[in-house]
Each structure stands twice: as structure tokens, then as C-alpha cells.
């Protein structure tokens, strides 16, 4: 599926130590997705695609809904890549969150 490709793209843009939300990731595709649609399909992603990269706006490891284990080896990932976190399962996305330019591209 063409937008499971722009997916995967935009979500391998996003560098180490940064995350960005659901919601920014749907902003970039060609086609435009909510956030809700972004959660669901991340479920779906490759094994060289960086799903952990990706949270709730508010710094949230909605994983959690899905398998506590899961939340633990997001969190786990994260701060291995040095990624603030406020609590336990709360990233701090002023530190975190990526920029989006004015070109639609994560930098």
C-alpha cells in the first residue's frame, strides 16, 4: 500500500534521541492521516522501521494500551537514544519532539 510506504519513509526521517507525535507523522504523508489512523497502522511496521520514535502529542508511550511489555522496550529504546523523559511512559516533547519545516520534511 502507497501510504504504508510514505509511512515507513517519514517515520525512518526521524532521528535518534527524537520523537515526534502520531499526529506530525500524519501531517507529512502525501496523503494527509490522522493520528489515530498513524497508531493503527504503526502496528503494522517492519522491523527496520524505528516505531518507537513515534508518541502520543503529549509525550505519552500509548503502547501501553496495546502491551505493558511493549511500553517498557519503547521507553528502554528511547533512553538508550538519550530521550527526556518526564515520568515513567512520558517523554518530554519539548526537549524530544521533532521540528517540521516549512517544506514538510523532518529536520
Known sequence: ?????????V?????SGRV???GDVGRLLR???TGYLVGRWMAQAPPDVPWW???AQSGQLVTNK?????AAEQERLLREEGVSFLAPGVVDMRLARIE????????
Do not use: C
Open 1 to 9: 500500500m502507497e501510504t504504508l510506504d510514505d509511512l515507513w519513509r
Open 11 to 15: 517515520v525512518r526521517e526521524i532521528p
Open 20 to 22: 515526534a507525535s502520531y
Open 31 to 33: 496523503q494527509p492521516a
Open 53 to 55: 520514535r513515534v508518541v
Open 66 to 70: 496495546r502491551s505493558p511489555e511493549l
Open 100 to 107: 517540521q519545516g516549512g517544506d514538510g520534511r523532518l529536520f
